[in-house]
């Protein structure tokens, strides 16, 4: 059997010329194309990348992207990174915040679902010159601070200024697309909760019932709440991150179906081919087919 795609995190990162500083939940990287792998790697944290000069391609999450100097390319926790190519000029800077440390800055665990649904699927910022300057400014501030002997306020610094560098980057995207600001009720701490435990799972069960539980509510009341804040049903939210993993399965590993099926946590290789057949049209043998055509 294939071995599943490996993940990386600050902790197990392999050191390599370029990381400035790493202390398990931040890092700061000077030359970062090693951040981006040709082998596939499911990335455990939250990697903002600022290309300085030449061009990269790289697929995240089996699509196909290209970075030159002034973009921003930003990998949300459980992004799969592989197939980076650079040119011999390429090179970049990068700040990198384990999942768990982000979750404690503010603007992170009050950002607005609908922004970071975006930055999901829009992983590539063209900067302008004065934004792209700020984030480099930031990057140097942090390096600064970061790697002189430590003092007695040095996790507050550097909670501080990674959370003005948030904001000021939250306030970039709304250059590209108009978010409504979160309402902080009940119902949307619920749906972002539930949000957050679907795209932080895998594999990602398949029914309602089990986030339900691990949220102390009922199935019906949550997918009454998702709907409300989504516009669609709890099941579909979460089919449409299963169908992408199954997407992704079958056009970019050469994993057997078998070996996919118990990967995705399906019961069995017939249930998983009805699965498949159900939101795709077609078999999964015939869906990979499909793809290695085109």
């Known amino acids: 059997m294939e071995d599943p795609i490996p993940v990386r995190t600050l902790d197990n990162a392999t050191p390599y010329p370029g990381v400035s500083y790493n202390d398990g939940l931040i890092a700061l990287v000077e030359h970062s194309c090693e951040l981006y792998p040709r082998q596939a790697v499911r990335v ?5 990348t600022l290309c300085t000069s030449g061009k990269a391609s790289l697929h995240l999450n089996g699509t196909p992207y290209e970075a030159k100097a002034g973009d921003l390319i930003v990998c949300t926790p459980n992004t799969i990174v592989e197939g980076t190519e650079a040119d011999a000029d390429f090179d970049a800077c990068g700040i990198v915040l384990a999942r768990t440390y982000a979750e404690q800055l503010t603007v992170m665990s009050g950002s607005n ?22 984030f480099r400014q930031y990057y140097n501030l942090l390096h600064t601070k970061l790697t002189r002997p430590r003092r007695k306020h040095h996790r507050e610094l550097a909670h501080a200024l990674l959370t003005a560098f948030l904001y000021d980057f939250y306030d970039t995207t709304e250059r590209f697309a ?14 972002k909760a539930f949000a957050d435990l679907v795209t932080n799972t895998y594999p990602r069960p398949r029914n309602v019932s089990w986030y339900a539980d691990r949220l102390n509510v009922t199935p019906k009341y949550l997918s009454t709440v998702v709907k409300e804040h989504s516009g669609e049903p709890a099941s579909t939210f979460i089919q449409r991150y299963i169908v992408s993993d199954i997407t992704y399965q079958l056009r970019r590993t050469t994993k057997s179906i078998k070996e996919i099926a118990i990967e ?23 869906f990979r087919r499909d793809a290695q055509e085109k």
């Not at 995705?264 to 015939?286: A, E, I, T, W």
Request: charged share 20%; hydrophobic share 40%; proline share 8%.
């Open 44 to 48: 455990e944290a939250i990697v903002l």
């Open 113 to 134: 679902w609908d922004a970071r649904l975006f930055i999901e699927r829009h992983p590539v910022f063209a900067l302008n010159e004065e934004e792209a300057s700020l």
């Open 178 to 191: 108009q978010f409504q600001p979160p309402l902080y009720t009940s119902g949307e701490r619920l749906f």
């Open 264 to 286: 995705l946590d399906f019961p069995n290789l017939s249930f998983f081919g009805k699965y498949v057949r159900h939101h795709f049209g077609c078999s999964p043998k015939q």
